[in-house]
Nanobody, 117 residues
Framework: QVQLVESGGGLVQPGGSLRLSCAAS????????MSWFRQAPGKERELVAE???????NYADSVKGRFTISRDNAKNTVYLQMNSLKPDDTAVYYC???????????WGQGTQVTVSS
């Protein structure tokens, strides 16, 4: 019944911007930590950004200063604003929810981001 649906991916040129959205349902969204992960072909899935229920944030070093994670609890949605995109940002981006006890983790099915000229 829990569902996470990502959207907003696509093809952009280096230096461009995209905003990803993840709409959640079937959970108490406001109390959960929400995260964005990404996985490129042949590479391990890595944490990109995370935002807690108290709006604390955490970013991978590779995206600091370029990406911003935010959440809108009224819309049950978490966002990832991506600026100054690089070819190395090309990956499938996944949304993840994590409840306060860390007993329940859910993943979206991902959205493709391709950065190429």
């Amino acid at each position: 019944q829990v569902q996470l649906v990502e959207s907003g991916g696509g093809l952009v040129q280096p230096g461009g911007s995209l905003r990803l959205s993840c709409a959640a349902s079937g959970m108490d969204f406001s109390i959960n930590t929400m995260s964005w992960f990404r996985q490129a072909p042949g590479k391990e899935r890595e944490l990109v950004a995370e935002i807690t229920s108290s709006y604390d944030t955490n970013y991978a070093d590779s995206v600091k200063g370029r990406f911003t994670i935010s959440r809108d609890n009224a819309k049950n949605t978490v966002y990832l604003q991506m600026n100054s995109l690089k070819p190395d940002d090309t990956a499938v981006y996944y949304c993840r929810s994590w409840n306060p006890s860390r007993l329940y983790v859910h993943w979206g099915q991902g959205t493709q981001v391709t950065v190429s000229s």
